[in-house]
């Protein structure tokens, strides 16, 4: 069965300073994983995936997210955090069980917050 | 190329009623897929379509149901609702590259029930 945490409800950082959300999965396959971003009031933007290709992917707006197997984490990190960084994040875990239909579960979301 | 439209954008209905959203997907995308968001659940999956058959299905009771038809629209419709289905339902298209889904969002449809 495949499961998805993200180990933070809520990060918060200062304008400029790195920003590291954190997720881990479970996967009975070889996954592919996803950072989501949602702003308020809005639908959900795709900012990376991993589809087992290169373990450093890098997404829009200067996030990057690296998949380490041994640790099953997939977590988010940009160097420098700017105000328009505020939203909520989603992690998600898609699985092909079979050759009809992927599985996809979504993280519980970390909202992040950014101080002047 | 156009995004994920959602229509309508919001909706007020009372106990009891029915309802039904409609989702056009990315040109080309024969995949779409229904999501429930609200504060204390989350994102949950409803179900989801390809080529017109329902392909997957979430944890939802009957009262919640989809089609897609040939031009992949898809449209979901809740009877018979409760002050528990107000949520943001978000629609999401896909695209099969390789093994993996990559999935593009509609703005969602919030709805209220009152």
Redesign the interface.
Known sequence: AQSVTQLDSHVSVSEGTPVLLRCNYSSSYSP?L?W?VQHP??????LL?Y?SAATLVKGINGFEAEFKKSETSFHLTKPSAHMSDAAEY?CVV?D?EDS???????G??TRLSIRP | KAGVTQTPRYLIKTRGQQVTLSCSPISGHRSVSWYQQTPGQGLQFLFEYFSETQRNKGNFPGRFSGRQFSNSRSEMNVSTLELGDSALYLCASSLFIGLSYEQYFGPGTRLTVT
């Open positions: 592919s996803f989501y009031n809005k639908g959900l933007q795709l995936k589809t989603f898609s092909r009809s239909a992927s599985k996809i579960i979504f519980s979301g």
